[in-house]
């Protein structure tokens, strides 16, 4: 098993990288002359950029299982700040897919506008160009409520992760106070065992006095 140190500077790696293939995919611009194409270098960047985040939400899950004696005590605060990280990058980089995306599809329709003016000005043009408008309009807010429930879906994700760290990390203060403290274990069982006997004692005279208490009551009836 990895320790916690080579596990942390990996993910430091990851992240260095994909704030670097952030910075150069913010710098990305769509063709004007050939909008509805993907250039090679977008495509490039963004499988890049995919994979990275990926690797990087791998690594916070391989942090996130991590038991080695070398955890350091804000290991969770750590984790915690690279899942901000990761849901912040990841949101950068889908902000900027829908810019790309809505500037290929505003170009598109310009030449497509520009074609058809050419050609006639009718009423069946401007019912056309209405018509496009609209279908953008209804896929844009399709495409960011889209991105909205992934984003919580991912914020609960991170949440349910950092509970699991904390329950973990607290089982593991517990094993590891058993090792050190002699005795510990022994005198759990114990203390476990007595409240046993002490239910078992109290049900057994709450019993007895039911009994007692039916039998008193039936006496006075003379059954």
């Known amino acids: 098993m990895q320790s916690w140190k080579d596990l942390r500077r990996a993910a430091k790696a990851q992240e260095n990288a994909l704030e670097s293939a952030l910075a150069r995919y913010v710098k990305v611009d769509v063709d004007a002359n050939n909008p509805e194409a993907v250039g090679e270098v977008e495509a490039a960047l963004e499988t890049e950029i995919g994979t990275l985040l990926r690797n990087l939400d791998e690594s916070i ?37 829908k810019k790309l995306n809505s500037r290929r599809e505003s170009l598109s329709l310009q030449r497509f506008m520009a074609r058809d003016g050419a050609r006639a000005g009718g009423s069946a043009d401007r019912d056309a160009e209405t018509l496009l408008i609209r279908e953008q309009d209804s896929i844009q807010n399709a495409t960011h409520a889209a991105g909205n429930i992934i984003d919580q879906a991912s914020a609960v994700h991170g949440e349910l992760l950092s509970q699991r760290a904390r329950f973990m990390g607290t089982t593991d203060r517990l094993v590891d106070m058993g090792r ?6 022994t005198l759990i069982k114990r203390i476990q065992d007595k409240r046993t006997r002490d239910n078992t004692i109290l049900a057994l005279v709450i019993a007895v006095c039911v009994c007692l208490i039916l039998w008193y009551e039936l006496a006075g009836w003379g059954l």
Do not use: H, W, Y
């Open 180 to 185: 050190r403290v002699p005795g510990i274990n």
């Open 61 to 97: 899950d391989k942090l996130v299982s991590c038991t080695t004696q070398d955890r350091p005590p804000t290991s969770t605060a750590q984790i915690q700040r690279l899942r901000e990280i990761l849901r912040d990058q990841t949101s950068t980089f889908r902000m900027n897919q």
